[in-house]
C-alpha cells in the first residue's frame, strides 16, 4: 500500500518531531512516499535544490498514485490544504489527524467536508490506534 503522508512544511516545522514519529508508525502500513516532511533537516524555506515547480509536479504525482492520504493538519499550511482538495478531488481516502490547543481551531474547509476522516488526538499512543482502526477498516472494505 502507497501512502501519502503531509504535513506543514513552509508553513511552520513546530510539529517536525511529531512528522516524524507519525512516518515511522505509517510504515508498518505501507510505503510512504513522503518521508521527507519528518526530516529535520527540512526547514519553513522547504527544500534545497528542486524548484516550486518540480516540487508541485514531484507531490501532485506521488498524490495520483498513493492508494490513501494521512494529513496532520494541527498547523495550517497552504500546500497542505491544496493537496488535500486533490486527494479529495481524486475521491482518495483522506485521514485527517488534528491536535487541539488552546486559541486553534480546525478550519471549516476541513471540518465540514463530508469526504474527509478527521480524528482528533492528543498523543502518538493515540494516534496508533487511530492507524489500527482506519487501515482495518480499509483492509475490510477491499475484501
Given amino acids: 500500500m502507497k501512502i501519502y503522508f503531509a504535513g506543514s512544511i513552509r508553513g511552520g516545522r513546530d510539529d517536525q518531531q511529531l512528522y516524524a514519529e507519525i512516518i515511522k508508525t505509517l510504515s508498518s502500513y505501507g510505503e510512504i512516499l513522503t518521508e521527507h516532511v519528518g526530516d529535520k533537516k527540512l526547514t ?15 507531490d501532485v504525482s506521488w498524490l495520483k498514485e498513493t492508494d490513501v492520504v494521512i494529513v496532520e493538519v494541527s498547523t495550517p499550511s497552504l500546500g497542505v490544504g491544496y493537496e488535500i482538495a486533490k486527494a479529495e478531488e481524486w475521491r482518495k481516502k483522506v485521514l485527517c ?16 467536508s463530508e469526504k474527509l476522516e478527521i480524528k482528533r488526538y492528543e498523543s502518538l499512543e493515540d494516534l496508533k490506534s487511530v492507524f489500527g482502526e482506519f487501515f482495518g477498516k480499509l483492509k475490510r472494505e477491499r475484501e
Fill in 44 to 58: 519553513v524555506y522547504g527544500e534545497d535544490g528542486p524548484t516550486d515547480e518540480y516540487i508541485h509536479n514531484r
Fill in 97 to 112: 489527524l488534528y491536535k487541539e490547543s488552546e486559541g486553534k481551531r480546525l478550519s471549516a474547509m476541513i471540518a465540514g
